[in-house]
């Protein structure tokens, strides 16, 4: 089956610049998870959805940060206005469901985000 | 609340040689625990995972950890370190309907 897609790879732009990053997950997946990863760091969640409903978006800094995932399938996580420490690769993670033994989390490739 | 602290940010061990990365864990709630691997511009994959049963899990590429409940910790081995395995570690924890708390990350060097 194939695994969960991101785009693009790599991004670099200029603080204070608009930038959104697509994901998509396995199919047949419901929950969707977006995590940024700052170097040296472990993932951070930033917003989880079940299907097309936020489950929890608690860490994630709402006055820069949206995501959506309209149709409960693929989702896009956008930054506006970028700051410096947005530098981060911004990982999307999708799972059958959000608990339990089918809770196991398959993890895209990542987007790779520089800010300067 | 959960939290996951994994001793050491750089492992360094001879091919051939046991691979010991340590994670201790926090967890006010019986703890879904996992490692995952990430290679250079990767995303993270799944090497082991423990939820409930038996507490010594074994995982993809010869590795194994350990569920100790009254040591709080969940260490990763493998017997003989191949200059493939090479990677960033991360140690993971859950509860059953919670959201995954990682680690920092432990870096494993492979030398001949």
């Known amino acids: 089956e194939a695994g969960v897609a991101q785009s693009p790879r790599y991004k670099i732009i200029e603080k204070r610049q608009s930038v959104a990053f697509w994901c998509n997950p396995i199919?047949?997946?419901?929950?969707l998870y977006w995590y940024q990863q700052i170097l040296g760091q472990g993932p951070k969640l930033l917003i989880q959805?079940?299907?097309?409903?936020?489950?929890?978006d608690s860490q994630l800094p709402k006055d820069r940060f949206s995501a959506e995932r309209l149709k409960g399938v693929d989702s896009t996580l956008k930054i506006q206005p970028a700051k410096l420490e947005d530098s981060a690769v911004y990982l999307c993670?999708?799972?059958?469901?959000?608990?339990?033994?089918?809770?196991?989390?398959?993890f895209g490739p990542g987007t790779r985000l520089t800010v300067t | 609340a959960q939290s996951v602290t994994q001793l050491g940010s750089h492992v360094s061990v001879s091919e051939g040689a046991l691979v010991l990365l340590r994670c201790n864990y926090s967890?006010?709630?019986?703890?879904?625990l996992f490692w995952y691997v990430q290679y250079p511009n990767q995303g993270l994959q799944l090497l082991l995972k423990?939820?409930?049963?038996?507490?010594l899990v074994k995982g993809i590429n010869g590795f194994e950890a350990e569920f100790k409940k009254s040591e709080t910790s969940f260490h990763l081995t493998k017997p003989s370190a191949h200059m493939s395995d090479a990677a960033e570690y991360f140690c993971?924890?859950?509860?059953?309907?919670?959201?995954?708390?990682f680690g920092t990350g432990t870096r494993l060097q492979v030398t001949l």
């Open positions: 423990y939820t409930t049963g038996a507490t």
């Open positions: 993670a999708s799972s059958y469901q959000g608990q339990g033994d089918s809770y196991e989390q398959y």
């Open positions: 993971a924890v859950s509860g059953p309907a919670s959201k995954l708390t």
């Open positions: 959805f079940q299907n097309n409903g936020v489950v929890d």
């Open positions: 967890s006010s709630v019986p703890p879904y």
């Open positions: 199919s047949g997946h419901a929950t």
